[in-house]
């Protein structure tokens, strides 16, 4: 069966360290991977994407890795701060011809920073 | 700042009652989701349209759930009869893409509750 699994439902990690957040996959074929961010009571806000084909995209304080060998992506979070604290969503778009951008979400980490 | 909103924010009603919950995407966007997201499910897919038309409604009960897009600034998603297991915060998203993958603006969400 398909699976998206997000390490532990809560992670609490010290301000100023680095937090990192694990999706690992099974029986998808990803052409494409996205993280969103979540807080409480809003909708989810588009972070990265990252493609098949790339190893590693940044933005800012932001890394992504994204390895098909191991169906795995890695969302990392340097210099964490109590304002990163949320709910952080992998996506997978299997890259559908039509375009149609089909997301299949993960069921979440919830990031705590403690000051 | 183009956002996407959806009415109502919450809505409470009894089992067997029709529902109707509206989403107005970004303007210029060609794409529009429907999700739905519970604590056990995480978010799940429902429906999505491409300039108006439906892709894939493959995620909706059928019998009780329907979603259209009567024009480009309106998208409805309607359960009729509603069920106390339809509990859950329903999400509207919309994007612009032609092909590849591309990320998805959130609005904030209906919460429903069913009794």
């Known amino acids: 069966s398909q699976k998206i699994e997000q390490n532990s439902e809560a992670l609490n990690i010290q301000e100023g360290k680095t937090a990192t957040l694990t999706c690992n996959y099974t029986n998808y074929s990803p052409a494409y991977l996205q993280w969103y961010r979540q807080d409480p009571g809003r909708g989810p806000v588009f972070l990265l994407l990252?493609?098949?084909?790339?190893k590693e995209k940044r933005k800012e304080r932001l890394k992504v890795t994204f390895d098909t060998t191991l169906k795995q992506s890695l969302f990392h979070i340097t210099a964490s701060q109590p304002a990163d604290s949320a709910t952080y969503l992998c996506?997978?778009?299997?890259?559908?011809?039509?375009?149609?951008?089909?997301?299949?979400f993960g069921t979440g980490t919830r990031l705590t920073v403690i000051p | 700042d183009a956002r996407v909103t959806q009415t109502p924010r919450h809505k409470v009603t009894e089992m067997g009652q029709e529902v109707t919950m509206r989403c107005q995407p970004i303007l210029g966007h060609n794409t529009v989701f429907w999700y739905r997201q519970t604590m056990m499910q995480g978010l799940e897919l429902l429906a999505y349209?491409?300039?108006?038309?439906?892709?894939?409604d493959s995620g909706m009960p059928k019998d009780r759930f329907s979603a259209e897009m009567p024009d480009a600034t309106l998208a409805t998603l309607k359960i009729q009869p509603s069920e106390p297991r339809d509990s859950a915060v329903y999400f509207c998203?919309?994007?612009?893409?032609?092909?590849?993958?591309?990320?998805?603006?959130f609005g904030p969400g209906t919460r429903l509750t069913v009794t």
């Open positions: 349209f491409r300039n108006r038309a439906p892709l894939d």
């Open positions: 998203a919309s994007g612009f893409g032609a092909s590849g993958s591309y990320e998805q603006y």
């Open positions: 996506a997978l778009d299997e890259g559908d011809q039509t375009g149609a951008n089909n997301l299949f």
């Open positions: 990252i493609r098949e084909n790339e």
